[in-house]
C-alpha cells in the first residue's frame, strides 16, 4: 500500500493575527468576572445559611403563640393603635 499520495497532502495552517490577543482579553475578563461573581456567591451563600439557622433554632409553628409569631417575624405584627378596626393594616397592603 502507497502512502505518498496521503503524505504529500499538506494542510495550511491558519497565520496568527492580532485576534489571539484579543481572545487572550476576553478570557482574562471572563476569568475575572467569574471569580467576582464566584465571591458574589460565596457571600449569599453565607447570608442565607445564616438565615436558616435562624429557622432551624425556631420553635415549631404548631407550638407557637401570637407572641412568638411576631418576635419571629416582625412584618406579621399588627399595629392596633394606628389601625384600630380589623384588618389593622392598611387596605394597599392586603
Do not use: R
Amino acid at each position: 500500500y502507497d502512502c505518498g499520495q496521503f503524505n504529500a497532502v499538506t494542510v495550511p495552517e491558519p497565520i496568527n493575527t492580532q485576534e489571539t490577543a484579543k481572545i487572550d482579553a476576553q478570557e482574562q475578563e471572563a476569568n475575572k468576572n467569574a471569580a467576582a461573581y464566584v465571591e458574589a456567591s460565596k457571600t449569599l451563600v453565607a447570608k442565607y445559611e445564616k438565615e436558616l439557622q435562624k429557622f432551624k433554632n425556631m420553635i415549631p409553628f404548631d407550638q407557637m403563640t401570637i407572641a412568638d409569631l411576631n418576635e419571629a417575624f416582625p412584618e406579621t405584627k399588627l399595629d392596633k393603635e394606628k389601625y384600630p378596626y380589623w384588618p389593622h393594616k392598611p387596605a394597599a397592603e392586603l
